[in-house]
């Protein structure tokens, strides 16, 4: 018995899953730069905009390669959306 993996139809799960990524990434930085243009705080765009690419980008590699920390980088995230609210 041959397993057929074009089959599963993974590519199609991986492309979902990438666009469905990159939206979350635009609604995320949308949501960072109203909130840092009514608070005023431009050099902190300016600063972390590059910070928050990079997490991003270290952030799908983990889901595209399928390694455990990406469930610690979303705890990350959670916890730093939590907090933000808080303070």
């Known amino acids: 018995m041959k397993l057929d993996l074009s089959q599963l139809r993974l590519q199609k799960e991986i492309d979902r ?3 469905l990524h990159v ?5 995320f930085y949308l949501s ?3 909130h840092r243009v009514q ?4 050099i902190g765009l300016i600063l972390l905009t590059p910070l ?3 997490f991003y ?3 799908y590699q983990t889901l ?5 920390t990406y469930w610690t980088f979303s ?3 959670i916890a730093y959306f939590i907090f933000t609210v808080i303070s």
Do not use: D, N, R, V
Request: hydrophobic letters at 55%.
């Open 32 to 34: 960072f730069f109203i």
């Open 39 to 42: 608070t005023g705080g431009w």
């Open 57 to 59: 980008h270290l952030y």
């Open 75 to 77: 705890l990350f995230m």
């Open 23 to 27: 939206l979350h990434f635009c609604f």
């Open 64 to 68: 595209k390669q399928l390694y455990y």
């Open 52 to 54: 928050i690419f990079w």
């Open 17 to 19: 899953t990438k666009a």
